[in-house]
């Protein structure tokens, strides 16, 4: 049986509230980090063979749990006084600005007597400061700290699949990006979930034409991972984008070249965006867009958006602030070709909305949100879709494509020919939840999502007249 899935970003760790009135740290260069691999799996219920029964009730102070770039970074691990089978982890991230602190200290440390009381596997760690040691340095530490629990579960006694991680102000922070740096693929048919690790704050993500890639778009580290998605995701690389990491939250884009293997990344923040090759795992160039408004002017996503026509060798690339489209030649050094004022369809285009491009390469038919596009030129053709309307799946077999309605909260099947709606079907919430949706053509199903509530839901397709 096909194993249907999505792919989110998982949220799946608690915090403490960050000091609003701290700055975070300078970004530099991802160091050389050491850690045994391969976590083991494990039931809850069975103690290993290995763990020192010795050592509960106990506490274990400065022990290394890894060594980056020939520093040791310690933790202080506090065992339960019982041992009923595996045990959950706790672990502390103290705070301190991100330039002091210690292990031991902060208002979460109080916690940890009652914790390991509780029968938890209390770990509390330190990790590289600054100003001696720069951004992302903090948040790698923290990801080498779980990887590394993972690794030792025989030995600690503790169960890989329950670690639960709590901090104060920065420690609250890199809590926080520790979270985000993980990715869910949910098996729709099973009703199951699985994650697997990622970088810092994985969005979006994206995946090849043949569905054979998955690519996740680092966003606070400026890397691109790639995974092999058959039989099962495996990580084949992490490739750096050549540029500052991302330090705001406004959400980067992202484009795939299957044909010519490269990734587009757009990053608001800079004003930029980095092509690397997926195939050889090199950056490419950086493309600067012109008049693009740049630094932290606002979170959301949308604020530069992307999107690839490989057959012409076309990259277009949408300034929502400039209201313009500017077309890049893939082919020859990515120079710009065309900038393509659209001030006069701004009303149609919509927001600074998410995916508001949609190319379908079948029909060489290119759409940012209600108005079509010249899929070479990029001047609009005159053809609009209805007003509030986007395009977010396509059946070729039926000739449709649909679309999200917002403002009337209605899902729309439109005739890929004239553009004339086939079908209407009302959203189970409204489009003020902030509606995502996808189109799954193998299994002719819907798929809706609602930012606010946390809701997905899924429809199967009949027949359309």
Known sequence: MKRLSLFITLLAVIS??????????????????????????????????????????????????????????KMDVYYPSQNNGRFPVTMYVHGGGWSSGDKAQGAGAIEIPELQKAGFLVVSVNYRLAPEYVFPAMIEDVKCAVRSLRAHAEEYNLDPNRIGVWGGSAGGHLVALLGTSYIARYYLVEGS???????????????????????????????LSVYSMTPSETLLG??????????????????????????????????????????????????????????????????????????????????????????????????????????AQSKSIGQADADLFFFDATSNRLFLGTVELDSTTGQPTGNLLPAGNKIFGMDSEDNL????????????????????????????????????????????QVFIGYLITANLYGFSVGQIP
Not at 27 to 49: D, I, L, N, R, Y
Not at 205 to 212: P, T, V, Y
Not at 242 to 251: E, M, V, W
Not at 277 to 297: C, K, L, S, Y
Request: aromatic share 8%.
């Open 193 to 223: 979930a699985a994650s697997f690790s990622a970088g810092t704050w994985p969005i979006p993500l994206r995946r090849d034409s043949a569905g054979d890639f998955l690519f996740s778009l680092n966003a606070w580290d400026s890397t």
């Open 16 to 73: 403490l509230a960050c000091n609003a009135g701290q700055s975070q740290p300078t970004a530099a260069v991802k160091p050389t980090e050491t850690a045994t691999s391969s976590p083991v799996e494990t039931e809850a219920g069975t103690s290993s063979a290995q763990f020192d029964s010795s050592k509960l009730g106990t506490v274990e102070k400065d022990t290394t749990y890894c060594t980056v770039d020939g520093v040791e970074l």
């Open 238 to 343: 992490t490739i750096s984008l050549g540029i500052p990491a991302g330090s705001t939250d406004r959400l980067p884009d992202l484009a795939i070249d299957s044909t010519h293997k490269l990734a587009f990344a757009a990053y608001p923040e800079f004003g930029l965006v980095a092509v690397v090759n997926w195939e050889t795992m090199q950056p490419v160039t950086t493309i600067n867009i012109p008049n693009a408004e740049t630094g932290d002017t606002g979170g959301g996503p949308g604020q530069l958006q992307v999107i690839v026509n490989e057959s012409a060798n076309r990259l277009f690339v949408y300034e929502p602030k400039a209201r313009a489209v500017y077309v890049y030649d893939t082919a020859n050094n990515f120079s710009l070709l065309n900038s393509v004022d659209v001030k």
């Open 401 to 444: 494509y649909w679309v999200l309605d917002s403002q009337n909260s209605a899902i729309l099947a439109l005739d890929r020919t004239s553009l004339a709606i086939r079908h209407s079907q009302p959203m189970p919430e409204s489009s003020s939840n902030l509606a995502t949706a996808a189109y799954d053509p193998v299994n002719k």
